[in-house]
């Protein structure tokens, strides 16, 4: 890598964490980088958790990383709702994390006649509350929706995630959602103007080509696959693009630090 690197982005799930099982080096990777100095964000697509449940889920697996240093796809979706419509309204099918998030930008949550409808990550999704949002969307709301993924892992198995359900609105309204999380390079661009940091000085690291990689690709950062996660890295070579190198996993980037 030629130049400097003065900040770090870094994919939660595959790349520190596998559900709450710290992957080795994670802990020493975080502390590597808070004793550094150097400016960080830890980022995921998920949504129903706010960064001060993410951080103590975190703890909980060893990990120590700051508040201050997780940026969700929720934090992503509320700041990009403030840059379009400040003080807008909302009508939300997510959790804490993404209701708080909106509160925090000043978003009132309602059903009647809403700026936007926000569809987020959820254990429960109701039916009752997916109808809401289908008939709001057709009398003129816009659709939002903080991430594409289409399925979650859980301790049993496989659960469908905001993608799924964004599809299943869309099928029944004939309107696709503006996704904000990543593979949108937006997700990039908001955590480095967070940071207030260069897109040349910085590094995005995941364990996914089709969504960490490509976001900090077209975002211009280089990038670093971790084997640990979702890609394998045999299966690199098979994509159109390529990260700026690939890992076994993010014990070997301390020394990068």
């Not at 999704?125 to 949002?133: G, L, P, Q």
């Amino acid at each position: 890598m030629t130049r400097p690197v003065e900040t770090w982005l870094t994919d939660m799930d595959g790349v520190l964490v596998h559900e709450e099982i710290p992957i080795p080096g994670a802990q020493e990777f975080i502390e590597r980088l808070k004793a550094s100095g150097r400016r960080f964000l830890v980022l995921t697509n998920n949504s129903i958790f706010t960064p001060r449940d993410l951080r103590a889920r975190l703890l909980g697996s060893g990990i120590d990383v700051p508040e201050e240093s997780i940026w969700t796809s929720a934090l992503a979706t509320a700041k990009f709702l403030d840059d379009q419509r400040p003080g807008g309204t909302a009508y939300v099918v997510g959790e804490a994390g993404l209701t708080t998030a909106l509160h925090d930008v000043g978003y009132v949550m309602t059903d009647r006649n809403p700026d936007y409808v926000v569809l987020g990550e959820t254990r429960t999704y109701s039916f009752e509350a997916i109808t809401r949002a289908i008939r709001l969307i057709v009398a003129g709301a816009r659709f939002i929706a903080t991430n594409p993924d289409p399925s979650g892992p859980s301790q049993h198995g496989m659960l469908p995630a905001t993608g799924s359900v964004a599809a299943l609105i869309s099928t029944a309204t004939g309107r696709s959602p503006y996704f904000i999380g990543k593979p949108n390079p937006l997700m990039m661009r908001s955590a480095l103007n967070r940071l207030e940091a260069h897109s040349e000085t910085t590094v995005m690291v995941g364990d996914r080509m089709d969504t960490d990689i490509i976001s900090g690709l077209e975002a211009g950062l280089r990038t670093i696959l971790v084997g640990t996660g979702s890609t394998r890295p045999e299966q690199v070579e098979t994509f159109p693009y390529r990260p700026t190198r690939v890992v076994d996993s993010v014990a070997d980037l301390i020394e990068l630090v």
